[in-house]
């Protein structure tokens, strides 16, 4: 008997280590290698195409190249954008193909600049997810708004708002919410 149960033991480690290259390649190839964004800003006319995150980490200059282009167009402050709203971009426009230009409407808002919105213009959140760095308001030309919109609602990654008069689509990584 201690013999079967120690073959038993035996075969369940053995295969257990047999089976976790297979498990780890699995989970890696639910991972993409790198990831991408091609923005255009509304604003100030700049554009960039950029993998933001390879190898398994984010890459810094990419980063600070993103930052500042998501920049307050009125006031010219950067701020360091939330990686994760980046990867939310990505796998939101991933769904239409990796040749789409998404144009910002709306990154990084300074205080100010948020102030001033919500005094004068509607919809503007009072303590905007814009300033912290996790949020933006996007159009992906070519594509319906409303399949942009369904596309960042069942990414699930934060909160999402459908402006369909203003022409865009608010994307943030706080919590998971729609309007």
Do not use: C
Request: proline share 4%; net charge positive.
């Amino acid at each position: 008997m201690n013999k079967r149960r120690s073959f038993l033991k035996s075969s369940v480690v053995l295969a257990s280590a047999l089976g976790l290259p297979a498990l780890s390649k699995a989970a890696q190839s639910s991972v993409p290698a790198e990831r991408s964004l091609r923005l255009y800003n509304t604003h100030t006319g700049e554009s960039l195409s950029s993998v933001f995150w390879a190898e398994g980490q984010f890459i810094p200059e990419a980063l600070q190249d993103i930052n500042k282009l998501l920049r307050d167009h009125r006031n010219n402050q950067v701020t360091r954008m939330d990686p994760q709203l980046l990867v939310l971009l990505d796998r939101v426009s991933a769904q239409f193909g990796d040749q789409h230009v998404l144009h910002v409407i709306s990154g990084y808002r300074s205080p100010e600049t948020n102030e001033m919105l919500h005094e004068h213009t509607g919809g503007v959140a009072k303590h905007s997810l814009h300033m912290e760095g996790k949020a933006i308001d996007v159009r992906l030309p070519g594509t319906a708004l409303a399949n942009l919109h369904k596309a960042a609602m069942a990414a699930r990654g934060g909160g999402v708002g459908y402006y369909p008069d203003s022409r865009f689509v608010h994307l943030d990584t706080g919590r998971v919410r729609y309007w």
